[in-house]
């Protein structure tokens, strides 16, 4: 029996204790002194964390997928986005990615790691494999993202701020054994365990939907290695998922303290690109409208959820998109005549926040069968590529039914009109993850390069089809860590693939 993820936690109390740990955030800046520890404790800090943690994937992560995946454009009445649309990634270029990750997620859920009782009379282990979780989700994106960064000396406060970088592949492999170790642990909880419950936001202290979480996330990272020739490693890795017994994920992983209409209490992807606490459309909501190309695509392939990803234009009442770029023609392409991002993704201020949709799960075993790591033939890789598009079908509340969609006999829709499986399972998994992980679909991408005909921003400084590939480390990382961050320009944000991929 599926157990339901999306908990939706109305607790005052943990309310407070997030407004208190926010509050007491100076206490946990990297400058203070190690000996004169922050007045706080794992259940108030993990709520903390996990928010943190849902911000930046649901917000600027996300926004920035959708931009370089082709999800979305800009208008012609709004100056805005011009970086992204022009590929122009500096060490100034979306620095929250690495910055928030170090400085607010990292920071708290290390915290919990190395927090001990010094009366000894509470097991805080628990909390422990849901920081280990959370930074392995996390890290993996950094290195995709990034490459080498600092882990082994990473985190340590005012103990050592100027951090190595590790080797982007030791980060890597470090991540998944840490994984293994997390869903081994959260399979096999002391009796003495302190259960998290409502200070969980993402799963209530369920440790087997933990452990659950954690071997999806280690599946999607060893599918990283598939063309590496490191087949061996990767399916000893999955037998040890296969031992622990938890499988994956079987519902949308989201998290929930408690959003509302409140001021400061929206759900970050609707707050960002949907509405204020007055019912104001927000600015970002104003600018972001869809692409041609992924209206076509969709109206092409007869899907519908085209009505749930977009909405239609204000005047037109019709499903129109725009090239990307920073000069479109004055008229035709103004906000009100195209349409923005739409009701299964913006569906209220209390949504839950996703952070790992099942239909992107679904996808990954699908893929996995197709490559012979998973046990099962074609038939087996059908069925879960079908419960895929299934699972995307049901999040975003499309009512139409969803095997005339998949039964299609349409190149990359049906199963069995795909030449290229791993094709159709990339494109469709780009359909998904529309709106949500769409940074996920920027690195499949990179390692895949489908969708195949995917088109780059008309004002590219880099000339049609030449997609980025990487960020570039942020200027306060040259600053304050000069001897450590390795030299990374603008020009490696487009050569310097992530290690899996290797130099093109």
């Not at 199963?415 to 094709?423: G, M, Q």
């Not at 049609?464 to 000069?482: F, M, Q």
């Not at 990374?488 to 310097?496: E, G, V, Y």
């Amino acid at each position: 029996m599926k157990k339901n993820i999306q908990i939706v936690i109305q607790s005052l109390l943990l309310l407070a204790a997030m407004v208190f740990v926010t509050s007491c955030e100076d206490f946990l800046d990297v400058n203070e002194n190690p000996n004169d520890p922050p007045i706080s404790t794992p259940n108030l800090t993990l709520p903390v964390a996990q928010q943190h943690f849902a911000n930046l994937n649901g917000t600027e992560m996300t926004y920035l997928g959708n931009y370089f995946v082709y999800n979305w454009a800009v208008p012609s009445n709004w100056s805005a986005n011009q970086e992204m649309l022009r590929y122009t990634i500096t060490n100034g270029f979306y620095t929250m990615i690495f910055e928030e990750s170090y400085g607010e997620i990292f920071r708290n859920l290390t915290y919990i790691e190395t927090y001990e009782d010094e009366e000894g009379i509470v097991d805080y282990s628990a909390y422990k494999i849901i920081s280990q979780v959370l930074k392995g989700f996390q890290y993996q994106y950094l290195v995709d993202l990034y490459g080498d960064v600092p882990y082994t000396e990473a985190n340590q406060r005012a103990e050592n701020v100027t951090p190595i970088y590790d080797d982007a592949e030791t980060v890597y492999r470090s991540v998944i054994d840490s994984l293994t170790a997390a869903a081994d642990l959260a399979m096999n909880m002391p009796n003495t365990y302190q259960d998290p419950g409502t200070a969980d936001i993402m799963f209530g202290g369920d440790m087997e939907l933990w452990a659950q979480f954690a071997n999806t996330v280690k599946l999607r990272m060893l599918l990283r290695f598939s063309d590496t020739g490191q087949d061996n490693y990767i399916q000893e890795q999955i037998a040890l998922i296969d031992a622990n017994g938890a499988g994956y994920i079987d519902a949308d992983v989201v998290a929930n303290p408690g959003y509302s209409s409140g001021t400061d209490q929206q759900s970050p992807f609707w707050d960002y690109v949907g509405y204020d606490e007055g019912g104001n459309r927000q600015d970002r909501n104003r600018l972001t409208v869809a692409t041609d190309y992924t209206i076509s695509y969709l109206e092409d392939t007869n899907d519908p959820r085209l009505e749930y990803i977009y909405a239609p234009s204000a005047d037109e009442g019709e499903y129109k998109g725009v090239y990307q770029s920073v000069e479109l023609p004055g008229s035709g392409f103004t906000e009100t005549l195209l349409s923005r991002v739409g009701p299964g993704l913006l569906k209220g201020p209390d949504q839950d926040q996703p952070i790992m949709l099942l239909a992107e799960a679904l996808f990954l075993q699908s893929e996995a069968v197709v490559r012979g790591y998973i046990d099962g033939g074609d038939a087996e890789a059908k069925a879960l590529y079908n419960e895929a598009i299934t699972a995307s079908f049901d999040y975003l509340g499309v009512e139409e039914s969803v095997s005339d969609y998949y039964d299609q006999a349409i190149e990359n829709v049906g199963w069995d009109a795909s030449s290229d499986k791993i094709e159709a399972i990339i494109t469709q998994k780009w359909v998904a993850l529309n709106g949500t992980s769409s940074i996920e679909s920027w690195v499949e991408l990179t390692r895949t390069g489908f969708p195949a005909d995917l088109p780059t921003s008309n004002s590219s400084t880099r000339g049609a089809g030449v997609y980025p590939v990487g960020l570039v480390y942020p200027a306060s990382e040259y600053s304050r860590n000069s001897n450590n961050v390795p030299a990374k320009t603008t020009d490696d944000a487009f050569t310097q693939y992530p290690f899996w991929k290797g130099q093109n």
